[in-house]
Each structure stands twice: as structure tokens, then as C-alpha cells.
């Protein structure tokens, strides 16, 4: 992975797509608010297929938010194409069908069900049956990447560790057999040592040919791995 | 065998609690709503029934299926219109407005329909399974009693299993447990309140119909049952329907029990009394914290 050279100082629109590579995400115009409180301003940004992306900038700047808008969590104003599909307004089945899913800030898992109804959930965005689920490769693959999950597959996700639950909330995004992969600060809370293994997994699900998009608010580490960068300052994205 | 003859009995009328609370319990995880007209649709389904079939002459399988459906409309109607414009809307109403009144204003409402629609006698839903009662021994079953207990076996055996088994019924715990989280997979909340909603009326207005012939109902009924089942879903913080089950059939046997050893008048006071002191001796354990702080 090399690291854009606009990094850190990328005008509007030069965090852009690599040349010759198929556009996963084109974001144009994008503006967040809620109530009164303009949280995202006019963000223009593109993701290539296959590329690492990172969303980077200082906490309460509108990094979250522009993944909120973007995955369709939030309304926004603006347009969103997934793979050139204009993407519904509001809409995240929409989203996670046509292959973008998130893997939201603080997990937001379930924490009274077992790790293993957890895990199977994500597959929710593409099918209702529960044999399909647990059979499927996405599934599979998403339990897979974990061993360290399996002898807790059983057990409650509100018991386990901040890191083991970070973990259950990418199994998660995997189960939902993902093409883009959108990640809200996955570290956050982690020891040293555990942020490495998120960082590890999430080179792991990239290397797989999934297009990542990571927010962090300290970009060496996701430099690390990301290949572009997208600077988000006081909600408008791509100007440094 | 006059403590197995209480106790047949307490479980009887605990079932009936056991299924008003899992109704109450199960659509507040999904909607954060208490609903306190849970009773008035079973208070439907009984006079309901009644109406269409002793004033009315319609068949009995006709008057229950028109019943039934007449709630579920209604339920949705309600659902569409009201529950819309006050969580779905553009300013949501949130925190005890919502948590209590819409629901108990739906209850004035109903009572007031049924007052006019069926009048203030006690009334009664035609008896589905007539005859004497069976004995076993010196065991004395109510046939309605068992009609009852078949009912919460039935519905509570495949409203386990759908939970249990299926994706469908992870992602109404998901919806109770994380509505964002359970937004994050596709998982419409919305759908499932309203799909809960409607369910747990058909429920009520079901239980209604087969209990009605051991009670009688009056178009007051409803506040009480509601509040029986409201009581049994609190002893788990109104989010967990299998304490929600086990406390609705503890009051009913524990209720049957005073009634048949301490006193028939003063039964129901000692109960609530016992009920009480057991709230404020053991909040926490008993889920009456997480009722409170939600």
C-alpha cells in the first residue's frame, strides 16, 4: 500500500479514485445536519474499487457523519453512487445490498444475544433464512477470520472485551458480504496491542479484494494500511 | 386435594397474566411504549364476540374471525396514524409522553367505543369447549382452564421457536436489544413495531375470547387486566419476556393460593401488599431499576 501523496493537504476532489480502477463510491455535495447543527458541508469525495480510504481529522469535525450520511443511516442532501448506482437517500438495506456496509462507531451490537446471533445478524441485508445464513461463505468467512471469537460464539456480546466486541461487530459487517467496507473508529478504546490486531484483520479483509473506508482520528495508524486519505475539517471534507 | 385444585387454578389465571405480560414486555423492547390498552383489546375480543353472536346471530367461527380482524385493522390504523406521527415523524416525541399516554389514551378511547357499542352489563364470550369439568383423581379441570392453557402454551411455544430459530425473531431481539444496531443490518424497526403491535392485539383480543367465560367481562375490564400484565412485565425491567412469563404465573398462583388459604375477601390485597414489599425489598434483582432508569 503506498500513501497518497495529497494526503493530509488533498484539495476537494484529489482524494479521487486511482486512475484506470472502477469508482466503489462517488460522494458529491454531501451535507449532514441534524436539526439545526450542520455536522457535514458540501463533501466531495470518490473511493476506488479496491482502494484502503481513510477519513481522517479531529474528533466533532463530521467524520462520522459522513459515513452516517453516506451508508444512509442519516438523511443527507447531496448524491451518493455505489458501483454508479445513485444510492437511495436514507435507505441502508439499499446500501448494504448494493455492497456497502457499516461497521458503526462503538460497535452497536446487541448485548443481551450471543455472539454467534450477532455475527449472523449482518447476513439480515441479504436473505430472511437462517439456513442460508449459516451456511453461506459470508457467514463462514466471518466466523473464520476470528478464532479467537469461537470458543465465545455462545456466550452474551455484552460480556466480552472491548476488543473481542470490536471484533463481533466486523464479523458482523463480513456476514453482510460486504464489497465496500466502511469502518468507524475501530480502535477506539483498544489497547495498543489489540488496535494492531483490528488493523491486522481489517489488512487481512482488504487483501481479500474488499474496498475499505477507515475513520480515525489519528491518521498513522490508519496510514499504516490506507492507501488515500480524505482530511475532514469543521464538516467540510477533502480540503485539509 | 385442595392445594392441587388451587394450584391447577393459579396457573390458569397465571397463564393469562403470563401472556398480557409477555405482550406488554415483548413490544416495549421493540418500541420503548408501554402499552396499557393490552386488556382493552382482549375487553373487545370477548364483548366482541359476544355482540356479533348472541345480538347479531352470526355464526360463532364468523364472529371470532370478524372480531380478530376488526382489532388487527385497528391496531393498524392506529400504528399508521397515531405511533407514526409521534415516533416516526420529523420531531419525534420521546421519553414519558410517549411512554405512557398515547397507549392510555388508546385505552379511554376503547372504553369509550365498547360503552357505547356493548353497553356496561357483564358480558361473556360464548363458551368454546362446553361440558362438565374433567377430573383426574380428586383433580378438578376447568374445561375454559384448559382451553386457556392450551392457548399460552400454543402461542408461547411458537413465539419461543421464532425467536429461537429463526432470523426473523433474532432480528426483533436485535431491534428490542439496539434499534441503531439493528438499523445498521437493514433490520426495519419500524416494521417490527408495527408487525408486535398488531400481533400482541390479535393475542390479547384471542385471549379475550377463551378467557371471557370464566371471568365475564364488562367494557371496564381491560384496565385490569392491563394492569396485572403491566405489573408481571415489570418484574424484568418491561424488557424481558421470559421473567415477564414466570412473574405472570407466580402472581396467579401466588394469588390463588392466598385466595384458598388466607382469606377469598382480603386474597388480593395480601397479594399486592407481598408484591410491593418484594419490589422495594429486592429493585435491583428483580429488574425494577432498569424499569425506572430504562
Known sequence: MTQSSAAGTAPEGTAGPRPGAGVALAVTGLSVAYGNVVAVHDATFAVAEGDACAITGPN??????????????????????????????????????????????????YPELPVADNIILG????????????????????????????????????????????MVAIARG????????????????????????VYDVLAQIHAAGTTLIIVEEAPRRALTLCNRRVEVRNGMAGAA | ???GNLLIAGITTGSIYAMFAVCVSVWYRVSNILNLAVGDFAMV?????????????????????????VVAVFAYLYDQVVLRIAQDGRRPIEGIVITFFFTFALSFFIDGVAKVLFGTDVHAAPTLWSGPALTLGSLNFERAGLLVLAC?????????????FTLGGKALEASGENSLGARIVGIDTRQYRRLIFIGTAVIAALF????????????????????????????????????????????????????????????DTVLYAILAAAILAWPRALGFESAVSG
Open chain 1, 174 to 197: 463480513l456476514a453482510a458480504n460486504p464489497k465496500i467496507l466502511a469502518v468507524d473508529e475501530p480502535c477506539l478504546g483498544l489497547a495498543e496491542a489489540v488496535a494492531k490486531r
Open chain 1, 123 to 166: 447476513c439480515y441485508t441479504w436473505t430472511r433464512s437462517i439456513g442460508k445464513a449459516r451456511r453461506s461463505d459470508a457467514y463462514g468467512r466471518a466466523v473464520d477470520l476470528f478464532p479467537e471469537l469461537k470458543p465465545h460464539l455462545k456466550q452474551l456480546a455484552g460480556t466480552l472485551s472491548g476488543g473481542q466486541q470490536q
Open chain 2, 152 to 164: 399460552a402454551v400454543i402461542i408461547g411455544g411458537a413465539f419461543w421457536l421464532y425467536i429461537r
Open chain 2, 1 to 3: 386435594m385442595k392445594f
Open chain 2, 45 to 69: 375480543g370477548a364483548l366482541g364476540v359476544d355482540n356479533l353472536y348472541r345480538v347479531k346471530g352470526l355464526p360463532l367461527p364468523v364472529a371470532i374471525i370478524t372480531t380478530l380482524v
Open chain 2, 208 to 267: 379475550g375470547i377463551v378467557e371471557s367465560p370464566i371471568t365475564g367481562f364488562t367494557y371496564l375490564s381491560g384496565a385490569t387486566i392491563s394492569l396485572t400484565g403491566f405489573l408481571a412485565a415489570a418484574y424484568g425491567g418491561f424488557r424481558k419476556p421470559g421473567r415477564a412469563l414466570v412473574a405472570g404465573l407466580f402472581i396467579g398462583v401466588l394469588e390463588a393460593m392466598l385466595g384458598g388459604y388466607v382469606s377469598a375477601e382480603y386474597g
Open chain 1, 60 to 109: 466533532g469535525n463530521g467524520k462520522s457523519s459522513i459515513l452516517m450520511g453516506v451508508t444512509g443511516m442519516v438523511r443527507r442532501r447531496g448524491e451518493v453512487t455505489i458501483f454508479g448506482t445513485p444510492a437511495r437517500n436514507g435507505d441502508v438495506k439499499w446500501a448494504a445490498r448494493h455492497g456497502l456496509t457499516l461497521v458503526p462507531e462503538r460497535r452497536q451490537l
